[in-house]
């Protein structure tokens, strides 16, 4: 993986002993909140519910065992014990002191890592395929890209003060496992019929108060003009984007106003006058950059395991993901248990899931944007002690892409900006599939959980959906079903009026009962909503 | 009755006006009728609270302070999936008022 070169380690350095000036500053006195929280949300602190809240960004969810160490020992050392791995691949910490923030971030920089641009009207994190380097369907690994990209974005003057927050996927599948389309700009790596590889750009997709999918707006980029591209795409937006209203402020509005041909038509001018600056880098260092992604030494061994127990094989069966090298599975370590909140990780099970990426899987973890940690590189003949640790730490739910996998953000037990709590319900639902043994019934089934609008729980692309809104004081939740951000992304539509606490737990069991009774051999929930339509739904919830 | 809440500039903890200072309980929280506004700009004003507020809240026959919005009783609390994180309090009928 990546590693700091001397201008990385310097600009983060000098960022710190920055910020630690800031935050000296705002304790003494000597600034007020609003002169200092444009600083503080610059460097990912936030004040939340409780606390100040500190995102760190791990870029494209790749990290190393040392740096999950690291993000343990701040979690024990800082914070109350845990972290909360979020749907952009990053980690949050909910109990953060102002006074030790310059500390926390010091003791990241020594990891070569940080929380710069994980908040604000900047380019945030580069999320990813969560299978990069390892998925045997990819073109190419997409990481060097998108470090590159992480280059190219970090501290970049131009697009410091964009109109709103910019979020940017880089895959390199055919199958989209991180919501590609949904972000403000989806790169797609393809190899075209020559041969040659390019990437394709899907610009204006986003969640929140008014979702939308990407249209296409140029079907292959050479990638020795990649940056070139992106630069165009994010100009014309500065230039354009609705300043004048925050709710109308992302690029989506903007390219869905002015019409996904007008927009490109724009960009391509852009892209030819900004080729003509040459503002693209130098080959030479994307080439020093994808040294750092080369595969590590794969060897060859068994192909085949012993599933004779059966807790085991369920795992495998869930929770393993083919790899490029037969010999290797990529290895999904659950941070769903049942009843438990989704995306919450110990510092102990943190350093365990460090131990193991050293011990089998050459030193390299991912964040899942599924709220889950991955082990990339796992031999097949060391599946069943990597099993066995994880379960022993409670971090061997076979439940990948099942009902009890949920995606929910922190909603109204931590966030300012909720309107309902979502961790509860994740809770309940996982439970109530659980004891029923109804899980590996109703098979894949995503469902996604948001407390309030924004959509950090991605509810409007949940096989099922659920919406926390404030319904004159109390929780009341909105049921959506037929969404996806895989490769047959689409939107949910909301099924009618919304149900309190209990009821859309009800409401859930419902719609699989529909399901369960109406499905063909082989349909997923969303196959089956997809071929039947809202109606059975809506007459088993509402009739 | 009304009262002043906001997050302590150092720790970012959960703050209520207690007639004289700022305390971590719900409990300890005054009724400032309509002085809301002139404590609110003076404790700004001194940076001994980060981004106070005025309230709504009841207080029932124990003496306990109940905040009216369900978002301010979660913060009076804590995250009520992390009781064990909860903010100490006399009232052990606490979890059952705050959703």
Known sequence: MYQYDSYDQAMVDARVEEFRDQARRRLEGKLTEDQFKPLRLMNGLYLQLHA????????????????MEALADIAEKYDRGYGHFTTRQNIQYNWIKLEDAADILADLSRVEMHAIQTSG????????????GAAADEVVDPRPYAELLRQWSSFHPEFTYLPRKFKIAVIASEKDRAAMRLHDIGIRIIRNDAGEIGAQFYVGGGMGRTPMIAPLVRDFVPLDQLITYAEACLRVYNRYGRRDNKYKARIKILVHEL??????????????HMLSVGVEPPREELARIATYFADPAFVDGPKTLDRSDPDFALWVTRNTHRHKHDAYVSAVISLKPVGGIPGDATADQMRVVAKLARDYSFDELRVMHTQNLLLPHVRIADLHAVWSALDEAGLGAPNMDTIEDIIACPGLDYCSLANARSIPLAQRISERFAQAGRTELVGELKLKISGCINACGHHHAGHIGILGVDKKGTENYQLSLGGSEAEDVSLAKITGPGFDEDGVIAAVEKVTDVYLASRTDGERFLDTYRRIGMEPFKEALYG | MKILTGNDLRSGAVTWWNGTGWSLFVDDAVDVGDEAEE?????????????????????????????????????????TVRRDLAVPTADKTGWDWVI
Do not use: W
């Open chain 1, 52 to 67: 100040y809240m500190l995102r760190v960004a791990v870029p494209y969810g790749t990290l190393n065992s040392l740096q």
């Open chain 1, 121 to 132: 009207n900047c380019i945030r994190n580069i999320s990813s395929d969560h299978f990069a």
């Open chain 1, 259 to 272: 019409g996904a041909a007008e927009y490109t038509r724009q960009v391509e001018e852009e892209f030819a």
């Open chain 2, 39 to 79: 404590i609110l700009a003076r404790e700004t004003a001194a940076r001994r609270v980060n981004v106070p507020y005025a309230i709504e809240a009841t207080i029932d026959a124990a003496g306990h302070v109940r905040p009216a919005h369900i978002k301010d009783r979660v913060r009076a609390l804590g995250p």
